[in-house]
């Protein structure tokens, strides 16, 4: 069986038809949804690019990899989900983006090269790459954002596009009457990029997915990871006018949000990037352009959904639909993501199993608490590999979509945070190793845990689903939150190091020294059966020993 694991970037668990969008149509997620089960309480265990996709591909939570900010990098030797496939027998492709930064330091000391096989796959988050495209090639007085090559922008010049940086000159910016109008300014979303719609990024990287698929050789999984509808929000003709200011919904956030705040919740509300989304002006030229980038996004699944169909190998391909986080949008007060409301830390997961031991649950929606992290484990399962207990902390899914429920499924969702980078930071004068913010979810509670000595934000989604109001103040709630950190603390306790060292191993272990020799503490030696002190008696042959 192949896996098509596909990520969107920022994409909001929200936006889909599927998922109750009230004016958004996206037939092709949804058509994935009624092949498979649509997973509603799907969390990813960091809300930023970096963090939350190095947890996803190494199937480990951030405080066990590490790579706890954006650039990251993410240590040598960390098990991938590559490295856990190919020893399945499957081959791991990535066409698009990981956000990974190297281990250069690692990599040299232990004498690595970039240029071999395994050099490389350390450097690309243990995947063969097809095509590496992070997306954002911004240029400032400083140099590019991004030094390495953009095969995106080689593409754009083989097509005609001229300049030096054609993927911002024309994918990312507008034509305004013979100006560039730039994605990176809110007031040009409502303007089509200066460029031809199949030439844009999401079609770019459906045809080269198209391409690996019609020269790969099964079994494959290969990792499609779009840079859409991650900002900057702008999107060529049609999609620019497919949505208006009419199809925005009124921000989810209220005027007592603001009052007396949580102190990381209050920096957060006077960042420059609140400030915009806090505007009426922003949310309407903003928002139809990410809807336009959301529904783009569906037609290009349709492509390769078609695809798949046609060809046949839809029936051997298991096919994963989500993203790293979600986008404030001026819910809460808040654009971006990194706080822990669900249009942030919750995300959209889809998968279809073609499999027959699938089809009770096609088309049904589950609602038992998901991590990001149970991805890995499910395509080791579904490859038919053994899952490594001992280094993936994630649950493979795959009992979920054949129908069973486990009974020793998670209780609670984890999610991390490291602000320290942040503007909010340094407002607050958090040290960095303070500046971590912790998530515990347990399905009907949700609290935020800050370092530095603040106190927690606890929201009861059952009797406030829009997460408005801050229970984390009142004395009335310390049972909640007892319980809460207890659950912090369990996963706090785990066992997350013995990386090399599986149970099974453990288990064949037990007891095999003794039958090897090693006999200590034996009082006179009826302790023990005979056979095992064979080798140690019977006459002595010579005599050294001082009379």
């Given at each position: 069986?192949?896996?098509?694991?596909?990520?969107?970037?920022?994409?909001?668990?929200?936006?889909?038809?599927?998922?109750?969008?009230?004016?958004?149509?996206?037939?092709?997620?949804?058509?994935?949804?009624?092949?498979?089960?649509?997973?509603?309480?799907?969390?990813?265990?960091?809300?930023?690019?970096?963090?939350?996709?190095?947890?996803?591909?190494?199937?480990?939570?951030?405080?066990?990899?590490?790579?706890?900010?954006?650039?990251?990098?993410?240590?040598?030797?960390?098990?991938?989900?590559?490295?856990?496939?190919?020893?399945?027998?499957?081959?791991?492709?990535?066409?698009?983006?990981?956000?990974?930064?190297?281990?250069?330091?690692?990599?040299?000391?232990?004498?690595?090269?970039?240029?071999?096989?395994?050099?490389?796959?350390?450097?690309?988050?243990?995947?063969?790459?097809?095509?590496?495209?992070?997306?954002?090639?911004?240029?400032?007085?400083?140099?590019?954002?991004?030094?390495?090559?953009?095969?995106?922008?080689?593409?754009?010049?083989?097509?005609?596009?001229?300049?030096?940086?054609?993927?911002?000159?024309?994918?990312?910016?507008?034509?305004?009457?013979?100006?560039?109008?730039?994605?990176?300014?809110?007031?040009?979303?409502?303007?089509?990029?200066?460029?031809?719609?199949?030439?844009?990024?999401t079609p770019w990287l459906t045809t080269e997915t198209l391409k690996f698929m019609a020269?790969?050789?099964?079994?494959?999984?290969?990792?499609?990871?779009?840079?859409?509808?991650?900002?900057?929000?702008?999107?060529?003709?049609?999609?620019?006018?497919?949505?208006?200011?009419?199809?925005?919904?009124?921000?989810?956030?209220?005027?007592?949000?603001?009052?007396?705040?949580?102190?990381?919740?209050?920096?957060?509300?006077?960042?420059?990037?609140?400030?915009?989304?806090?505007?009426?002006?922003?949310?309407?030229?903003?928002?139809?352009?990410?809807?336009?980038?959301?529904?783009?996004?569906?037609?290009?699944?349709?492509?390769?959904?078609?695809?798949?169909?046609?060809?046949?190998?839809?029936?051997?391909?298991?096919?994963?639909?989500?993203?790293?986080?979600?986008?404030?949008?001026?819910?809460?007060?808040?654009?971006?993501?990194?706080?822990?409301?669900?249009?942030?830390?919750?995300?959209?997961?889809?998968?279809?199993?073609?499999?027959?031991?699938?089809?009770?649950?096609?088309?049904?929606?589950?609602?038992?608490?998901?991590?990001?992290?149970?991805?890995?484990?499910?395509?080791?399962?579904?490859?038919?590999?053994?899952?490594?207990?001992?280094?993936?902390?994630?649950?493979?899914?795959?009992?979920?979509?054949?129908?069973?429920?486990?009974?020793?499924?998670?209780?609670?969702?984890?999610?991390?945070?490291?602000?320290?980078?942040?503007?909010?930071?340094?407002?607050?004068?958090?040290?960095?190793?303070?500046?971590?913010?912790?998530?515990?979810?347990?399905?009907?509670?949700?609290?935020?845990?800050?370092?530095?000595?603040?106190?927690?934000?606890?929201?009861?989604?059952?009797?406030?689903?829009?997460?408005?109001?801050?229970?984390?103040?009142?004395?009335?709630?310390?049972?909640?939150?007892?319980?809460?950190?207890?659950?912090?603390?369990?996963?706090?306790?785990?066992?997350?190091?013995?990386?090399?060292?599986?149970?099974?191993?453990?288990?064949?272990?037990?007891?095999?020294?003794?039958?090897?020799?090693?006999?200590?503490?034996?009082?006179?030696?009826?302790?023990?059966?005979?056979?095992?002190?064979?080798?140690?008696?019977?006459?002595?042959?010579?005599?050294?020993?001082?009379?």
């Amino acid at each position: 069986m192949n896996i098509l694991f596909i990520m969107y970037d920022q994409l909001r668990w929200d936006y889909l038809g599927c998922a109750g969008h009230p004016t958004l149509d996206t037939p092709n997620f949804d058509r994935v949804a009624a092949m498979g089960v649509r997973f509603s309480n799907a969390y990813v265990q960091s809300t930023i690019c970096g963090a939350s996709r190095m947890s996803t591909y190494t199937g480990r939570y951030v405080h066990s990899h590490g790579a706890a900010t954006n650039n990251s990098p993410l240590r040598v030797g960390e098990w991938t989900m590559g490295d856990h496939l190919r020893k399945a027998g499957m081959d791991c492709w990535l066409i698009g983006k990981t956000h990974m930064a190297a281990d250069a330091e690692g990599m040299a000391r232990l004498g690595l090269s970039p240029d071999s096989v395994i050099g490389a796959r350390q450097a690309e988050c243990g995947f063969d790459v097809w095509q590496r495209d992070d997306g954002l090639w911004a240029q400032g007085p400083d140099g590019p954002y991004d030094s390495k090559r953009s095969p995106y922008n080689a593409y754009l010049a083989s097509k005609g596009y001229d300049g030096e940086n054609p993927w911002h000159d024309y994918a990312n910016a507008a034509d305004d009457a013979g100006s560039i109008a730039s994605g990176w300014i809110f007031a040009n979303a409502d303007k089509p990029a200066n460029i031809r719609e199949e030439d844009s990024e999401t079609p770019w990287l459906t045809t080269e997915t198209l391409k690996f698929m019609a020269e790969a050789k099964s079994p494959w999984c290969a990792h499609v990871s779009y840079i859409k509808p991650h900002w900057p929000y702008i999107v060529p003709a049609p999609y620019h006018a497919m949505y208006g200011a009419n199809h925005v919904p009124v921000p989810n956030r209220a005027a007592s949000e603001q009052d007396d705040p949580h102190p990381v919740f209050g920096a957060y509300m006077k960042n420059r990037i609140a400030a915009a989304f806090q505007q009426d002006a922003v949310r309407e030229k903003v928002i139809p352009a990410y809807m336009g980038l959301v529904k783009q996004c569906d037609d290009q699944l349709g492509r390769i959904l078609d695809h798949l169909e046609e060809t046949g190998v839809i029936k051997d391909t298991m096919i994963v639909l989500t993203s790293d986080h979600g986008d404030y949008l001026g819910d809460h007060w808040l654009g971006e993501k990194e706080l822990f409301h669900d249009c942030s830390v919750k995300v959209p997961m889809i998968v279809y199993d073609p499999r027959p031991q699938a089809d009770a649950t096609r088309g049904t929606v589950s609602n038992a608490l998901v991590e990001s992290i149970d991805l890995a484990p499910t395509f080791v399962e579904a490859a038919g590999g053994k899952v490594a207990g001992n280094i993936l902390e994630g649950q493979s899914l795959l009992p979920l979509l054949h129908g069973e429920t486990p009974a020793d499924w998670r209780r609670y969702v984890i999610s991390e945070y490291d602000y320290s980078a942040t503007p909010a930071a340094a407002s607050l004068g958090v040290t960095p190793r303070d500046a971590r913010l912790f998530m515990v979810f347990d399905g009907r509670h949700k609290m935020m845990h800050a370092e530095g000595g603040f106190r927690p934000m606890l929201f009861d989604l059952d009797t406030d689903p829009a997460e408005l109001h801050d229970l984390g103040d009142s004395n009335d709630h310390d049972h909640v939150l007892d319980r809460l950190y207890d659950h912090l603390a369990q996963w706090a306790r785990r066992m997350s190091q013995r990386l090399t060292r599986s149970d099974d191993q453990i288990l064949a272990a037990r007891g095999k020294s003794i039958r090897l020799g090693i006999l200590p503490f034996l009082a006179d030696g009826s302790e023990v059966p005979k056979e095992l002190l064979e080798k140690y008696v019977g006459p002595t042959r010579q005599t050294y020993s001082a009379e």
